[in-house]
């Protein structure tokens, strides 16, 4: 079509964009499947030769049960959260592939930041400090995705700049929410409920308010 | 096409729709695709340095094969049935994925449960009770993300609701089932003949009954 | 189109079979990369405080590798197999995606199985007749996938049944060379010879040979 | 179309074309996800009842972290190179799906090939030949595959031979790198440095150079 094109067509460029799109999506998914499964691999087995001191032993084991809850919602968040933002987009360059393997390298670590939390060798202000950093990180590096999609104008043409903002805005709170809890946790275990005061862990809960975005209404 | 949408046009929505009903299927394909591979992993090894010995020892761990063969067919189910109701479903809402990965949760958890239940660490009543509660809480969670399903219309206008029924009526079945056989557990080992009375495990060998739904007739 | 079908029109099923289809597809592979990707995770690491002492404990080890490397082949030629006979599928029924479930267990079990062959805590025979028990019975449920697609004519119209004829024959072979090589195992170790001559791990090798069949003339 | 063609119709061979491109795609990208997702599962648990000696272990861990990094980088390119490449294959056949098992196997063992880099029971110079020995293998694989793509034209027709002649060379160019850092490691520890002079892992942070390519202009 464009005859100043020197080596590949515009349909085999655009074609090959689509597929590219869709690869590096399908491979986020792929990452992310596999983190959200391999957080189970190490939950406790209660034990206890009889019931009352196997179900004991489970309440005992209660820290490590709710560790792998939050990290499976903090993870599950993250794909809600790319799950939103790559619904729009068209094609990808390699700038914005290699920030999204930066972002994947966050999740991959996150089952570790999770065994790091849970085990007793570790003192919990550094624990804290690993899990809350991490995830402040992964909130800042979807960020860059969004603002580097955004500048580059990587979604289709009839997608408005500011569809993005409520994006924005719920990261960088979050990556803000993290990085404040983290002088806290030198002071006291209370340092979680901070990231339940953000309404972080509300979002899968609270799913039914926004529904009607993508919801019924043809 | 439609003027009075304020920021993204119908096209656009509708192609996102279809992108992130893939995603959905997608993902939750990878994370039981996981979950079902994992369950091998922990198979014991039979020992002996004689033939006969390693033989015997194979049938000693009997329990530990047959616990692994169970929660496959019990993840292999729960595929059967994601795979029966996405076929007609077209767009997925926040709502509706967010139950979906709470689905998810408990195929993520069912192979912990299976490590439970094999383990000789844990009183009999307690480890059933945990995988018969976490079996029984998948297939209500899967029953809500049908009637979620067909209350928002989430299917091709020309699905009837009464598509789902059957697929309805079969959880909240397994579910009874699994619910009932608990207390059973505290009494007797074979609480586990309950799940087979139910014709759960059944399925797989009889899918030939049903196969003229979808089968060569076009 | 057709007012005579009470529920869901023809074109929503026949949308819905391409859907099917292609789950099924990916999940298979997906269960099969995981299973390849698994066999990796309990290689031996060559110990040694010197160069040499390494290098000899790595030639020590190096049945460990081989083992990782036939059971590497064994998924490969699965994986291409299954690669090859869905190519020409149209749609699947309950019965061909339940065989093929019990297909993706035998995958799912041959890392387990190669742990079994690897140890030395279990006699030659009895994990040699594992292994290729195994593998007999995937080549075996490999030949009833055939046979049920053939059957039911789940391909396109216009794809003649004796396409698929090469198929069951090599399936057919390979699992008569496992189940021969069985009884060998009780005399000697070599009973694995009768694998390669079989030509089984020849195929990697020489696929070459047939690549005009899907190659460059279009 | 073709009255010639005895068996199959190409309209049929064409759309298995299709379909097999993409699943030898998909099936490549889960493996690589699957790799680099396991690569964390064995990260050290930094240990320490004060916060101090807990940073103090983390310090200590340090190779082992940064040899997850390398890995990771070195796998996030192995996926890069592949995107890139396959982008304008249009179809595959067996002879390139055997090359790319073979590179696929490359990358399996990688994960491996770290857990032995960075544990102590191995003499360093024996630990790094075998890393740098595999990553120069999964190199020239590489280029095996680029070239029969080459040859058989395996891409669109409008896609000229030379646009991958970039990708020969950088794998080339890597290869050759980890082919010469072998012999320096029997010296010293630096062989390391080697390969970051070789701009290697500048890739993944200097992205945004030729991001032109496939970026923002139409």
Redesign the interface.
Known sequence: MRAETP????E???E??K??TE?????S?????????????E?P???????A???YD?HHNFGDYLAFLIS?VVI?NA??AH?WL???VE?????V??IN??W??TI??T??AT??LV?D???F???FT?YAGIQAASQLTFVAIILTIRR???T?A???P??FNRGITRSLAMAIVFLISIPLA?RSHWAFALWALNGYFGR??G??L??R????K?
């Open positions: 080596a590949i067509p515009a085999i460029e655009e090959g964009n597929i590219a690869r590096l999506v399908f491979f998914d792929a990452v992310i499947a596999i983190a959200i499964t391999l957080l189970a691999l939950l087995i209660p034990k206890g030769d009889t019931t001191r196997a179900w489970f499976f599950a794909w809600f799950h790559y619904r729009y094609r990808v360059h390699r700038r592939a290699g393997m930066v994947l390298l991959v670590v089952p570790f065994r790091v085990g060798d570790t003192a202000p550094m624990a690993l580059d104008h990587l289709a009839e997608v408005p500011r569809t030198y899968l809960i799913l039914g926004d529904r975005k993508s919801g019924p043809t």
